[in-house]
């Protein structure tokens, strides 16, 4: 059974930080593909950024480049995602998916059958 709990959301001023973490059930990390993904409201959910299990390569989204940064620490088994430089429009439920199904271009999991989070709500505003 894959769990997955994601943590570290909050409310942030535009130009601010906050540091979200997903922790996950133990030994998902050597067998499935994991990532962040987010959703505004009336928005499609999209992929944020994730770390490819193959050969540690990261891809983001482009609007977050160079702001966020995702990490994992497999001995905790947890992943991370540093968010920096924090704009209204990156205001929105974040979620961490694990998925045996990989997207061939950016390493990410693919959505669909993905395992997911509950989710924390990530709020930008002055």
């Known amino acids: 059974q894959v769990q997955l709990v994601e943590s570290g959301g909050g409310l942030a001023q535009p130009g601010g930080s906050l540091r979200l973490s997903c922790a996950v059930s133990?030994?998902?990390?050597?067998?499935?593909?994991i990532g962040w993904f987010r959703q505004a409201p009336g928005k499609e959910r999209e992929v944020v950024s994730c770390?490819?299990?193959?050969?540690?390569?990261?891809h983001s989204v482009d609007s977050v480049k160079g702001r966020f940064t995702v990490s994992r620490d497999d001995a905790k088994n947890t992943m991370y995602l540093e968010m920096n430089g924090l704009e209204p429009e990156d205001t929105a439920v974040y979620y961490c998916?694990?998925?045996?199904?990989?997207?061939?271009?950016?390493?990410?999991?693919?959505?669909?059958?993905?395992?997911w989070g509950q989710g924390t709500q990530v709020t930008v505003s002055s």
């Open positions: 998916a694990a998925s045996r199904a990989v997207d061939g271009l950016t390493g990410c999991p693919l959505p669909s059958g993905a395992y």
């Open positions: 770390k490819n299990n193959a050969d540690g390569k990261t």
């Open positions: 133990a030994s998902t990390l050597d067998y499935y593909a």
